[in-house]
């Protein structure tokens, strides 16, 4: 499974796993920011001795040039108080929030098998799965649930896929979500008073290929029919 440990061995293969040190924004969700002063200092003196365009990395992801992003990422081995600078954009994302967002399913592999943590892509530390879902990514967001990425996972505002695939009206996805065994039953009852309910939303939205889903996965289950044929 893809956990925050392990993210890198994802695929039954080894990555750098000194990326995961290098790479300060990809810390767990608990670390501060803050580096110690001499550590900063270290920092700002690498940020003088080398001349690194800040979005190198970025611009590699949009032109899929493969070469430069592996050779650009040797230079960050060698240089790896600076990687927060090189791997941030302007938006505050990281390479491989970019690679999804414009739907490189080979990108966001390699990325990954580089070292690249799918848990925290962007300043905000939302994470791979609901960057694929607002942008509909249906392909990496199977990607990544056939890879381990939990389903439940809440990122940015404390959302899990299930809440950020309804927030932004994505049918597909939600039918996805389900058929990997999302917990919309959990969402059901952990949902704020007034929100509608899985099957309400899907009614609402016109959204009929996710009743299928939960009729065809939920069919011995009579609360699913009576919920359906009251609404």
């Known amino acids: 499974m893809l956990t925050e440990n392990n993210f890198h061995h994802h695929n039954g293969g080894s990555v750098v796993p000194q990326h995961r040190v290098h790479y300060a924004p990809y810390q767990h969700p608990?670390?501060?920011g803050k580096l110690p002063q001499q550590q900063q200092q270290q920092q700002q003196q690498q940020q003088n001795d080398i001349q690194t365009p800040k979005f190198d990395l970025h611009n590699a992801v949009r032109t899929n040039d493969v070469a430069g992003i592996i050779r650009l990422h040797g230079r960050l081995r060698q240089q790896p108080l600076v990687a927060?600078?090189?791997l941030l954009d302007s938006s505050g994302h990281t390479p491989l929030y970019t690679a999804i967002a414009i739907g490189r399913l080979a990108m966001v592999d390699l990325l990954l098998h580089l070292g690249h943590n799918p848990y925290c892509i962007s300043?905000?530390?939302?994470s791979a799965l609901n960057v694929a879902?607002?942008?509909?990514?249906?392909d990496i967001i199977d990607y990544l649930l056939s890879r381990g990425f939990p389903i439940d996972y809440a990122g940015f505002e404390n959302k899990t896929p299930l809440e950020r695939a309804i927030e932004c009206n994505q049918g597909s996805v939600v039918v996805t979500l389900l058929k990997h065994g999302v917990?919309?039953?959990h969402y059901d009852e952990q949902r704020k008073t007034g929100d509608m309910s899985l099957i309400e939303w899907a009614l609402?939205?016109?959204?009929?290929q996710v009743l299928g889903v939960l009729i065809d996965l939920y069919g011995d289950d009579e609360s699913?029919?009576?919920?359906?044929g009251m609404l």
């Open 30 to 32: 608990t670390y501060s």
């Open 183 to 185: 917990d919309w039953r």
């Open 84 to 86: 927060d600078t090189c």
């Open 204 to 208: 609402a939205h016109e959204h009929p």
């Open 133 to 138: 879902i607002t942008y509909g990514r249906l």
């Open 224 to 228: 699913v029919f009576n919920q359906i």
């Open 123 to 126: 300043v905000t530390r939302e």
